[in-house]
């Protein structure tokens, strides 16, 4: 009989970009098992095009639990590779194999490195919610954010969708610390998150201006996002799906000339539906950048649009 904390392992070996079209096809998956944790990475260094996707339940996986990995690909699946672990204590072990990232400004680390007195500091552990800095599209916004401060933009009030730890809210908020700012995501876990990631961090919770607010909303539906906006500055870290269908609640919600940063999307057919959806609601391309296969786009209303074209 298996240990109580025994974790089980499923990996399934494909091609990199397969990998990634089932991690996209689970992130729109709301019934998903919690219990179900997965990722993807490359097999190796020196191997960039092979990927796997890999699984891991605090029990002995059954048939449900293969078939919700098989049904993430679009054709045939790859073989489930299955493997009963020795109890460890994952969250150290995964904080462990979290080096500090260094992202323009900023630098980003678990509680177990130093920080950085050259940078613009954040202390992020490892957690449920997404944002640690160690994402691309994640790392993509950090140094945008701070080419958006290098040319001069002004920001009063901003608002991070989907923010998951806090991070680039925080980090928007360390650039200009004068500004309100919003922080909301649809997962009710990321408000815990958030607040002990804001008193890690020294960051000030509340509804004035050099604070932050924390709400658990779904994309822009909450009447405080409205009543808080309208926002100078808008960031979204969230998929390519969600973001064309925010498009029209994002023109509502930032003023004339203010600023939107997007992330989440594959640079390439993604990319393309979003900026296209955004134009179509009235923003105008400011500056691109890209991280690996992801694009980070930044956008600015234009201050003359109507809503009815």
Same mark, same amino acid.
């Given at each position: 009989?298996?240990?109580?904390? #025994? !974790?089980?392992?499923?990996?399934?070996? %494909?091609? $990199?970009?397969?990998?990634?079209?089932?991690?996209?096809?689970?992130?729109?998956?709301?019934?998903?098992?919690?219990?179900?944790?997965?990722?993807?990475?490359?097999?190796?260094?020196?191997?960039?095009? *092979?990927?796997?996707?890999?699984?891991?339940?605090?029990?002995?996986?059954? $048939?449900?639990?293969?078939?919700?990995?098989?049904?993430?690909?679009?054709?045939?699946?790859?073989?489930?590779?299955?493997?009963?672990?020795?109890?460890?204590?994952?969250? !150290?072990?995964?904080?462990?194999?979290?080096?500090? /990232?260094?992202?323009?400004?900023?630098?980003?680390? &678990?509680?177990?490195?130093?920080?950085?007195?050259? %940078?613009?500091?954040?202390?992020?552990?490892?957690?449920?919610?997404?944002?640690?800095?160690?994402?691309?599209?994640? %790392?993509?916004?950090?140094?945008?954010?701070? #080419?958006?401060?290098?040319?001069?933009?002004?920001?009063?009030?901003?608002?991070? /969708?989907?923010?998951? &730890?806090?991070?680039?809210?925080?980090?928007?908020?360390?650039?200009?610390?004068?500004?309100?700012? !919003?922080? #909301?995501?649809?997962?009710?876990?990321?408000?815990?998150?958030?607040?002990?990631?804001?008193?890690?961090?020294?960051?000030?919770?509340?509804?004035?201006?050099?604070?932050?607010?924390? /709400?658990?909303?779904?994309?822009? *539906?909450?009447?405080?996002? !409205?009543?808080?906006?309208?926002?100078?500055?808008?960031?979204?870290?969230?998929?390519?799906?969600?973001?064309?269908?925010?498009?029209? *609640?994002?023109?509502?919600?930032?003023?004339?000339?203010?600023?939107?940063?997007?992330?989440?999307?594959?640079?390439?057919?993604?990319? @393309?539906?979003? $900026?296209?959806?955004?134009?179509?609601?009235?923003?105008?391309? %400011?500056?691109?950048?890209?991280?690996?296969?992801?694009? /980070?786009?930044?956008?600015?209303?234009?201050?003359?649009?109507?809503? @009815?074209?």
């Amino acid at each position: 009989m298996a240990s109580p904390d #025994t !974790t089980w392992k499923l990996s399934l070996f %494909a091609p $990199k970009k397969v990998v990634q079209d089932a991690l996209l096809a689970h992130d729109l998956i709301e019934d998903w098992d919690p219990d179900l944790v997965i990722a993807g990475r490359e097999v190796a260094e020196d191997q960039p095009e *092979d990927w796997v996707l890999e699984g891991w339940l605090p029990r002995k996986p059954g $048939k449900a639990e293969k078939a919700a990995l098989a049904g993430l690909f679009a054709g045939k699946a790859p073989k489930v590779v299955i493997e009963e672990l020795p109890p460890t204590d994952w969250v !150290t072990l995964s904080q462990q194999g979290t080096p500090p /990232i260094r992202a323009g400004r900023f630098h980003v680390h &678990t509680p177990e490195y130093p920080a950085d007195p050259q %940078a613009i500091d954040f202390t992020i552990p490892t957690s449920q919610a997404f944002g640690t800095g160690q994402h691309r599209t994640t %790392a993509g916004c950090l140094e945008m954010l701070g #080419t958006m401060k290098a040319s001069g933009l002004i920001a009063r009030n901003i608002a991070d /969708i989907g923010t998951g &730890t806090g991070l680039l809210g925080f980090a928007a908020l360390a650039l200009w610390p004068h500004a309100k700012c !919003t922080l #909301t995501d649809i997962d009710p876990v990321c408000a815990p998150v958030v607040e002990e990631n804001a008193a890690l961090n020294a960051i000030p919770l509340g509804p004035r201006a050099g604070e932050a607010v924390m /709400i658990v909303a779904d994309g822009m *539906d909450d009447p405080l996002i !409205t009543v808080r906006g309208p926002y100078d500055l808008l960031i979204a870290n969230i998929l390519a799906g969600p973001l064309v269908e925010l498009a029209p *609640d994002f023109a509502r919600a930032v003023a004339p000339g203010g600023s939107l940063l997007l992330a989440g999307l594959l640079a390439g057919e993604q990319e @393309a539906a979003v $900026k296209q959806a955004m134009r179509r609601a009235g923003f105008r391309a %400011a500056a691109r950048l890209q991280n690996g296969d992801w694009a /980070i786009l930044w956008l600015r209303r234009r201050r003359e649009w109507s809503h @009815a074209r």
